[in-house]
């Protein structure tokens, strides 16, 4: 009896959910491609890394014009990652200047991420075209990913180590772009940028070099701070509830007239009497 109650309860709680999404709600998917990049402090030879995949879902919700646009979250899975100079050979050009040919490790990694977003937005072309910005606060859980040198032949499945890497991340992200409306159906294109704040790898305080480590880690000494980057761009696929539009096409705010109420004072009126 209990199973049943909890089954209908969930049954339940679903149904009213639909419900209530059929007024200003979406819900959609996102798929394309993705850059990846590191910050290193201290400052060390990096480069992106290009061809990274980025999709998932997406719920929005659609406000009156009084809240300005949009908010929602999004599921996605991003894979994330950075080429890191770790060794060099110097080269004296003709006119006597250093020159330093780097020898690379690329590393990556995927991400689970969850971007709460707003964004306002606004429409064209009789509602037929969405324009909008963004912005999100991101947290992330890391997993998985592999490496490899690009002056040799090693490479393999990273080994996540718990005194040395992080798993949860989190951040901010920002971007825009627009979506061509067609029935209930939105299909636009999408560009953000993830700008990290929490570190991939502990700092040198708790975690000082990689002595007993394997060829997965290049760092002769660990940095103090390695946030992560990505730029993506997604085409976007979403499905609006409600057949009818969105309130804030038709809602037009009441204007109350104002009256104004003129007041005499006693003192006034004594003196009109008098005369």
């Known amino acids: ?97 250093e020159q330093r040919d780097y020898s690379y490790y690329k590393r990556q990694l995927n991400s689970i991420m969850l971007p709460m977003v707003w964004q306002p937005h606004v ?43 992080n798993r949860f991340g989190y951040g901010l992200a920002g971007g825009g772009g627009f979506a061509l409306l067609f029935g209930r159906y939105e299909v636009g294109f999408r560009a953000r940028y993830y700008f990290g704040y929490a570190d991939i790898m502990r700092n040198m305080n708790k975690y000082y070099n990689n002595a007993t480590d394997g060829k997965e880690n290049p760092f002769r000494l660990t940095p103090m701070r390695s946030p992560l980057d990505n730029v993506t761009f997604n085409i976007t696929l979403a499905y609006r509830f409600n057949k009818d539009g969105f309130m804030e096409w038709t809602y037009k705010p009441k204007r109350q007239k104002r009256s104004r109420d003129f007041q005499f004072s006693h003192k006034g009126d004594s003196q009109l009497r008098s005369h």
């Not at 606060?137 to 490479?155: K, M, R």
């Open 123 to 165: 429409y064209l072309a009789k509602n037929h075209i969405r324009v909008y910005l963004e912005a999100a606060f991101t947290l992330s859980y890391n997993f998985g990913g592999d490496y490899e040198y690009d002056d040799s032949d090693i490479s393999g499945k990273y080994d996540w180590r718990l005194e040395r890497d």
């Open 1 to 97: 009896m209990k199973i049943k109650r909890v089954i209908f309860a969930l049954v339940a709680v679903v149904l009213g959910g639909v419900y209530m999404a059929q007024a200003q709600h979406t819900v959609g998917v996102f798929g394309g491609i993705a850059s990846g990049s590191a910050r290193f402090n201290p400052v060390q030879e990096t480069r992106s890394v290009f061809g990274l995949a980025n999709g998932g879902i997406s719920w929005r919700y659609y406000s009156l014009p009084r809240f300005v646009g949009a908010v929602g979250a999004d599921l996605e899975f991003l894979q994330r990652g950075f080429s890191y100079g770790y060794t060099y050979q110097t080269i004296i050009d003709d006119k006597g200047v």
